[in-house]
């Protein structure tokens, strides 16, 4: 089955994923003809997700197969499609793209524009939403070809490598931060490459942040700390002191009854991940009192240009571990085994 139409004498390497729970295999493919809209990227840095993971593992339903995964992309504009302009838009000047520009890339790729869900300004939950690295090949890849609505200037502040976990660790951190509200107190489940973001973005919003770890394990401890928060423990172990709120990271559905019980009366608990093991059952006694449970899904342009904006003035660190193209296998295997400290970033 092929990929999509090719263009005879232009290729690319990619990894590809056949069916769900194989491992990658490494392709060379001809390269696509853009369609009206769309932008080809040459990829400079791809980070690696948990939702990565989700899709390669078949934890997410009907993926498109084959598909190239991978939705944390950065890089350069090497060609632009009909109807995509060097013209500067009067009402969104920041919009104009142009060839060689350093762009990103984030997992929502596409939305209809006029579904009841974009109309209201929540294209985040349109009803015919594509995903890159999902239902669009993404950017385990040399090239990738995105939806020119949803490629985002970057700050000039941060390598390539630096850059890539910002496109979907930071944005839906940042989502579940605005969720979480301007909770003095607010606490971390899952110190991966989300919260490692997310904790600097709720400093300087002066928020406490209590960062929450696999039980046992003193680095990840370490390295919350290291981070800006200001105390770290076990998941299964009660903060020092009550929680304003909380975010889950971490896919695991266990983590809402012990969040319910830290945060205090009134507070509320963000799960941050596109899917999660299933929650168990939990007495009522710990939602009374005004506590509340929700979750996040996906992200808006809005969000992309508030975040990208905050990264630009105020620098993040990004703690990454790059793998080459070729080894995304053992990128995702590290990342399953939480043997990754930040994120691990592919570079072709």
């Not at 593992?57 to 109807?83: F, M, N, Q």
């Not at 000039?156 to 579940?176: H, T, V």
């Not at 607010?186 to 919003?205: T, W």
């Not at 295997?333 to 691990?344: H, N, Q, V």
Request: one cysteine or more; hydrophobic letters at 45%.
């Amino acid at each position: 089955m092929e990929l999509d139409i090719r263009i005879a004498g232009k290729i690319m390497h990619a990894m590809v994923l056949d069916r769900p729970g194989s491992p990658l295999m490494e392709r060379t493919l001809a390269a696509r003809a853009l369609q009206p809209g769309e932008v080809r990227i040459r990829v400079s840095a791809c980070a690696v997700c948990r939702t990565d993971l989700h899709v390669v593992d078949g934890e997410l339903p009907d993926p498109k197969l084959p598909i190239v995964p991978g939705h944390e992309i950065v890089g350069r504009i090497v060609e632009l499609g009909t109807d995509v302009t060097e013209a500067e838009p009067e009402e969104e000047p920041h919009r104009a793209l142009h060839i060689g520009d350093r762009v990103g890339v984030p997992w929502l790729g596409w939305t209809c524009g006029v579904c009841e869900f974009c109309r209201r300004g929540e294209e985040n939950l349109c009803v015919r939403a594509r995903f890159t690295g999902y239902q669009i090949d993404g950017g385990f890849a040399e090239e990738t070809i995105a939806d020119a609505r949803y490629v985002f200037p970057l700050p000039d502040d941060y390598s390539d490598r630096e850059a890539a976990p910002l496109m979907c660790a930071g944005l839906i951190g940042w989502r579940a931060l605005k969720a979480a509200g301007d909770a003095p107190r607010l606490g971390l489940y899952g110190f991966g490459a989300a919260a490692h973001l997310a904790v600097q973005a709720a400093r300087h919003r002066g928020q406490e942040v209590y960062g929450f770890v696999r039980p046992g394990d003193e680095k990840a401890k370490a390295f919350a700390l290291s981070m800006g928060a200001v105390w770290a423990g076990d998941s299964d172990v009660p903060p020092p002191v009550p929680l304003d709120a909380a975010i889950i990271f971490a896919p695991a559905g266990e983590l809402v009854p012990a969040a319910l019980r830290a945060v205090r009366h009134g507070g509320r608990v963000v799960c941050g991940g596109i899917h999660m093991s299933d929650i168990p059952p939990f007495p009522y006694d710990i939602l009374w009192h005004e506590r509340s449970v929700r979750s996040v899904a996906n992200l808006t342009r809005k969000d992309a240009g508030e975040f990208l904006a905050l990264a630009a003035t105020n620098k993040f660190h990004t703690e990454t571990t790059p793998y080459p193209l070729a080894d995304a296998n053992r990128a995702l295997s590290d990342l399953r085994a939480g043997a990754i400290k930040g994120a691990a970033v592919l570079v072709p």
